[in-house]
């Protein structure tokens, strides 16, 4: 699955580290995410997506 969450954490001036606080989770887990090396729970991409400001399906796509 491919995401959207560094461009979209850029834009919102937010390091991993300061994603991870919001969403309760650690940078580590953000970093992961990112590299798409984890796939994160229905919940956590849900308070992703809110912290970012998009929806779900904007933030996360199928790989082809």
């Known amino acids: 699955m491919e995401n959207r969450i560094k461009e979209l954490r850029k834009q919102n001036k937010l390091t991993q580290e300061d994603l991870a606080n919001l ?7 953000i970093n992961a995410i990112e590299n798409n090396k984890y796939d994160p729970t229905l919940e956590l991409a849900m308070n992703l997506a809110k912290c970012l400001g998009t929806s779900v399906e904007e933030l996360f796509q199928l790989s082809k």
């Open 23 to 29: 969403v309760n989770v650690t940078r580590q887990t």
